[in-house]
C-alpha cells in the first residue's frame, strides 16, 4: 500500500483523504472475512445484504492504493532509503508483535521468528511483498510509460486489461496466474493505469458523476451476487458462487475504483480543520494495515472474532462493524504516530536515508 507522498510531488487533500478512505476500507474487508461474518452468516436474510453490501463498497481499496502508487510515483525519483526507510517500519510490526506474542501469549518457534524479521522474503504482509517489488521496478516502468505516446499507452492499457481482467472474469480461471489479484503482476498493471491518470487526466466531471458511478458498481457487485444465488437454490436448494465479479481484477470492481480515485482527486477540500485531519492521519495509515493484518494479529486475534455479532439486529451489526472498522482505523494510525516518534528519537529515518544514498552511489543511473 502506497505510503510514501513523495516530497516533491504537490500535495493533493483528495488522494490523501483517498488513502484513510481506502485503509478504512481494507479494515471492514478484513472484519468481514477473516473475522468469520461472510463464512458463518445466514443466506438472505437482512444481515447477509447489508454485509454483502459492505463488502462490494470495500472491495476496490487494494486496487485504489495501487492506482495511487503510480499516480504518485510516474514522475518521482524513487529513491532506496524511502523503501528502506519502509522496511523498517514494517519489520518493526512483523517482528515486534511477533516478538510480543512469544512474551505475553505463548511460545514461538525460531523458525517463525525469523520469518517475521524477514517480511518480504517470507510474505509477511503480502502487499508489501508485492509493493516492494513494483518500487524497485518503478524507474523502469516510469521510463518506458513516459517513452510512450498517448495512443500507445492506452493500446497497452486495454492489451493489459484484456487479458488480466475482462478474460480471467468471464472465463473464471486465472490462465495468467494474477492470484486473484493478490499479486505483483497485477499491482504492476494498476501502476501503469495510475500513472496514465496523471499524465492524461480523465475530461473533468461533476463529483456526484464519479460517486455515482461508483454507487453503480456497488449495486452490480451485490445485485449480481443476490441474483446468482436465488437462481441456484431455487435450482438446487443450495447456494451458489455468487461472488463471480468479486475480485480485484474485476471489470467492475477495477471500475469501482477508478471512479472512487477519480471522485477524490477532484475533490476541493478548503478547510484548514479538513486539511489538518487528513494531514495528521494519512501519513500515519499504513500503520493501521501493519497493525491489524500482523499474522498473529490476524489468525490468532481477528480469527472468528466477529460471528458473535450476528445475533444482532440488521442496522445493529451494520452499526458495530462500521464503528469497528473506524475504532481500529484510528487506534492504528495513533500506534503508528508513537512509532513515527520513536524511530525519530532513534534517527531511524536518517539511517535509512544514509544507506540508501550509500546504495544508490553503487547502483547504475537509470
Known sequence: MDTAMPAKTERNAGLDLLRMVSMLLVVILHLLGRGGVLAAIQPFTATYKLAW??????????????????????????????????????????????????????????????????????????????????????????????????????????????????????????????????????????????????????KARRSTVWLGGYAACILLLTGFRFVVEKIEFARTGAVGHGGWLLSYPSPVVLTAAVCLFQFCRELKLTSRPVRAVIGFFAPVSFGVYLLHAQPFVFHRI?????????????????????????????????????????????????????????????????
Open 302 to 366: 481477528l480469527d472468528g472474532a466477529l460471528v458473535p455479532l450476528l445475533t444482532l439486529p440488521a442496522w445493529q451489526f451494520a452499526l458495530v462493524v462500521l464503528g469497528l472498522a473506524l475504532a481500529i482505523f484510528v487506534a492504528g494510525c495513533l500506534v503508528d504516530w508513537v512509532r513515527v516518534l520513536v524511530f525519530r528519537i532513534l534517527c531511524l529515518p536518517k539511517l535509512a536515508a544514509y544507506l540508501g544514498e550509500k546504495l544508490e552511489r553503487h547502483l547504475p543511473q537509470i
Open 53 to 202: 453490501l459492505l463488502e462490494s463498497a470495500a472491495y476496490c481499496a487494494v486496487d485504489c492504493y495501487a492506482l495511487l502508487t503510480g499516480y504518485l510515483l510516474l514522475r518521482s525519483r524513487c529513491r532506496p532509503g524511502s523503501l528502506i526507510g519502509l522496511w523498517m517500519q514494517v519489520f518493526c510490526y512483523s517482528a515486534g508483535i511477533t516478538a510480543l506474542f512469544a512474551i505475553f501469549r505463548q511460545s514461538v518457534s525460531l523458525g517463525r521468528f525469523l520469518q517475521a524479521c524477514l517480511p518480504v522474503s517470507f510474505t509477511q504482509y503480502w502487499y508489501f511483498t508485492a509493493y516492494f517489488a513494483v518500487y524497485c521496478l518503478a524507474p523502469f516502468f516510469n521510463r518506458l510509460l513516459l517513452s510512450l505516446s498517448q495512443s500507445a499507452w492506452k493500446r497497452l492499457l486495454v492489451t493489459l486489461f484484456l487479458l488480466l481482467s475482462v478474460l480471467p472474469t468471464l472465463l473464471g480461471a486465472d490462465p495468467f496466474v494474477t492470484n486473484a489479484g493478490y499479486s505483483f503482476l497485477w499491482l504492476s498493471a494498476l501502476y501503469a493505469l495510475g500513472a496514465y491518470l496523471r499524465e492524461y487526466p480523465p
